[in-house]
């Protein structure tokens, strides 16, 4: 495995040659969270090894589903075989195999300080979709949000991978966030992060939007917040 490429910097883009099931092997997914004592201070966290995105939107292996409030959650499997997308012959679908899951969520009462953290792992993951054949491994994406009794604080996520190959092609991994135009209107987003405010962060290390705009993938995704009510 290729050493650890995180998500900072500029977005870089580059294309890759055209070729026509998500597999996630060996996953490690966990989220915990802590909140202070303030009864003004709300959170949520949440993760999930993998999610279509659709009219019928599917999740595989998601730990505190709910998102808010953070509470202790654990969620394990050996193996899941899912269809997110059934096939129309001669066009193939898009089917998740999932092998060795655990999901996990906390909630700890640290007084002063209220932090909320997500985070996912997957050894390996394999997408095999029309016009779309990637591997990955070493997959990570973490997000965090901590506040101070005073409602200070920031959100903050990471993530990176340690190999990628699309189509065929090994793909260069730098520092930060890449966007990676496929072919048949496919774009494959790496360390993508959604940060809609300082308390609120959505970290992807892998997020795949089709040509139907209806459906988009996300592999290894943590969303954290915190807010102050009142």
């Not at 060795?100 to 909320?116: E, P």
């Not at 996912?120 to 990955?136: C, E, K, S």
């Not at 990570?140 to 993530?159: F, I, K, T």
């Amino acid at each position: 495995m290729t050493a650890r490429h995180r998500a900072r910097g500029l977005v870089r883009s580059i294309t890759v040659p055209l070729l026509a099931v998500v597999t996630v092997a060996g996953v490690l997914v966990g989220v915990s969270s802590s909140a202070g004592a303030s009864p003004s201070v709300v959170g949520g966290c949440t993760s999930r090894v993998a999610g279509l995105n659709a009219p019928n939107p599917i999740t595989v292996a998601q730990a505190n589903p709910q998102f808010s409030p953070c509470v202790f959650d654990r969620v394990s499997l050996a193996d899941l075989n899912v269809t997110l997308v059934p096939g129309i012959p001669p066009l193939s679908g898009v089917n998740a195999q999932v092998h060795a899951v655990v999901s996990s969520s906390s909630f700890t009462d640290f007084g002063v300080v209220a932090s909320t953290e997500a985070q996912t792992d997957a050894g390996r993951v394999q997408i095999i979709a029309p016009g779309l054949f990637l591997t990955a491994t070493g997959v990570h994406s973490q997000a965090g949000v901590v506040l101070n009794s005073e409602c200070g604080g920031a959100a903050n996520g990471d993530s990176w991978l340690g190999s990628l190959t699309i189509n065929g092609h090994v793909i260069q991994l730098g520092n930060g966030p890449l966007t990676i135009p496929v072919g048949l209107r496919i774009v494959v987003y790496v360390n993508q992060q959604l940060h809609p405010s300082s308390h609120d962060v959505t970290q992807r290390a892998l997020f795949i939007q089709f040509s139907d705009k209806r459906y988009s993938l996300v592999v290894g995704e943590a969303h954290a917040a915190l807010a102050c009510i009142g």
